[in-house]
């Protein structure tokens, strides 16, 4: 299976109802879970992720991980999309307000957030996961969408459950 796991077709930016969006994410989680099992390494678990991520979320642009990186800064890792900053510090943006407060940041409209940086400038609402592993502020998951308000707050339960589930177990290598 090329596509490492089977979901119903959708066009790429398509923004579906929340309900079979949500569905959606119900059937491919389990599948991703399988592809992924055992393997330890952040890199492979972030690449994979964010390939399959992509498939099951079709309204993302962008679609992938920024990884901390000293104190206070994240550099671009592993993604699906167009081309993304590649440093951000703690300070700006949506994705440094997720590391730096470690709570997920859901943006409706990333016009109406102060600081928001717009790498793409099609991007319209964005959800933004903290990772933390062992205490620790490793990553972001960062999903961008070019349309308004495309993630709910249902998705972004079953998303930080499931970031959480695998990138902060304990046996997982930074
Ligand atoms: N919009 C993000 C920046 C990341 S890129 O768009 C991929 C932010 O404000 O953090």
Known sequence: MAEGILLEPVAREKLLPEASRVLRLEVALPQIRAVIAG???????QA????????????TNWC??????????????????????????????????????????????????????????????????????????RAVLDLDSPHLDAFSEREAEILHAFVDEILGAPGVVF
């Open 64 to 137: 992938g991980f920024y990884r901390r990186v000293g104190e206070s800064q994240l550099a671009v890792g592993p993604y699906q999309g167009t081309m993304g900053c590649l440093r951000i510090d703690f300070a700006r943006g949506v994705c440094g307000a997720a590391a730096r407060t470690r709570s997920v940041q859901r943006v409706p409209d990333v016009h109406a957030f102060p600081g928001h940086i717009s790498c793409d400038a099609r991007s319209r609402s964005e959800l933004v996961i903290p990772v933390v592993n062992q205490g620790e502020l």
């Open 39 to 45: 393997e330890t390494d952040a890199v492979a678990l």
């Open 48 to 59: 994979t992720l964010a390939c399959l991520l992509w498939e099951a979320l079709p309204q």
